[in-house]
């Protein structure tokens, strides 16, 4: 989809912040985040001005998908039928009506049906 080869879980921004080695290998990949991420990211409560200017600079290279209607219909059926935080399941809704890869260290979105999630083994 335009050359966006995932999406990225929060989780696996923050480990490329942090320069954690095990998501390295996915850096020269293009990738998108669902807005939810970038609330995580920015809405911390104890972030410093210098990690929020950090976090927007690596967001200005990130194609963000906003909430629409089928992203909307996905989430709705994803926590009719999954134990899922919300959050989670509109990234989750986004990687599927994207039809691209979902990047995460969350075990369970690998069991959601349908959902091509790549789980990653973070020490």
């Known amino acids: 989809m ?3 080869d995932f999406i990225a879980d929060t989780n696996f921004v923050i480990y490329l912040l942090e320069g954690k080695e095990e ?3 996915f850096e020269e990949y293009s990738y998108a985040i669902s807005f939810i ?4 990211l920015l809405g911390n409560l104890n972030i410093s001005k210098e990690e929020k200017l950090i976090i927007k ?3 200005k290279n990130c194609v963000i998908f906003d909430l629409n209607d089928s992203i909307k219909d996905i989430t709705i059926d994803l926590k009719q039928y999954n134990k ?3 959050p989670d399941a509109i ?3 986004t990687s599927l009506y994207l039809n691209i890869p979902l990047i995460t ?8 049906n349908g959902l091509n999630a790549v789980i990653l083994e973070i020490s």
């Open 91 to 93: 990234i989750a809704a």
């Open 23 to 25: 998501v390295k290998v």
């Open 37 to 40: 991420t970038e609330i995580e």
């Open 57 to 59: 600079e690596l967001l």
């Open 105 to 112: 260290a969350d075990k369970y979105f690998g069991k959601i």
């Open 84 to 86: 899922i935080k919300i």
């Open 2 to 4: 335009n050359g966006i």
